[in-house]
């Protein structure tokens, strides 16, 4: 079943702008990521949260894990055209020793 | 560039064919996983190989067909597929099968007609 669900499914915003994006997951985990991904290519890791952890911080990206609620954000600063991707959260279930991932958003950052 | 390399890019493929895909990782790695990609679908893992043995068939049709000859290289066979495993399959490697960060290769986009 799957684990993350991303919110919103799609986003488009002004270059510039903060992009916002919400991931919600179902069961206790050991660790959450995020991803990219450019249009047909291969997903790029972006940062790792762990469960201890409430809020990471790297480059233009702040991660903030809320275990209580069961959801994390993932928020870039100061959009760029190049940020146009889809962006996935990734879950690591305690017990499941793999990752399962949601269905994305779908950022599109307008010049 | 990821360290992991998926050939071919592009596979268009008869339903009777049969064709393999290829994924090689250099950056000593000893999990490898295979992923499909469909449109407007999670991301679904089929198939994990820890130091080469297999530890997770995701209830994967027997039409696709893993191989893990050593750490470095991963092989998904197919045979008799049907349109709808057209898709994006994606090669991924990571330290060991702890659900650590993935470095993914670009993928392998087939289209089954």
């Known amino acids: 079943s799957q684990q993350g669900e991303e919110d919103p499914q799609a986003l488009s915003i002004q270059e510039g702008e903060n992009a916002t994006m919400n991931c919600s997951y179902k069961?206790?985990?050991?660790?959450l990521q995020w991803y990219r991904q450019n249009s047909g290519r291969g997903l790029v890791h972006l940062i790792l949260?762990?469960?201890?952890?409430r809020e990471k911080h790297s480059g233009r990206l702040r991660v903030t894990l809320d275990t209580s609620k069961k959801s994390s954000s993932l928020l870039i600063t100061a959009s760029r055209a190049a940020d146009t991707a889809s962006y996935f959260c990734?879950?690591?279930?305690?017990?499941?020793?793999?990752?399962?991932f949601g269905q994305g958003t779908r950022l599109t950052i307008n010049p | 560039e990821t360290g992991v390399t998926q050939t071919p890019r592009h596979l268009v493929m008869g339903m009777t064919n049969k064709k393999s895909l290829k994924c090689e990782q250099h950056?000593?790695?000893?999990?490898m996983y295979w992923y499909k990609q469909s449109a407007k679908k999670p991301l679904e893992l089929m198939f994990v190989?820890?130091?080469?043995?297999?530890?997770e068939n995701n209830s994967v049709p027997s039409r696709f067909s893993p191989e893990c000859p050593n750490s470095s290289h991963l092989f998904l066979h197919l045979h008799t597929l049907q349109p709808e495993d057209s898709a994006l399959y994606l090669c991924?490697?990571?330290?060991?099968?702890?659900?650590?960060?993935?470095?993914f290769g670009e993928g392998s986009r087939l289209t089954v007609l």
């Open positions: 991924a490697s990571s330290q060991a099968d702890q659900a650590g960060e993935l470095f």
């Open positions: 069961t206790s985990i050991n660790n």
């Open positions: 949260i762990r469960s201890n952890e």
């Open positions: 990734a879950t690591d279930a305690k017990g499941a020793q793999k990752l399962v």
């Open positions: 950056l000593g790695h000893n999990a």
């Open positions: 190989y820890n130091f080469k043995e297999q530890t």
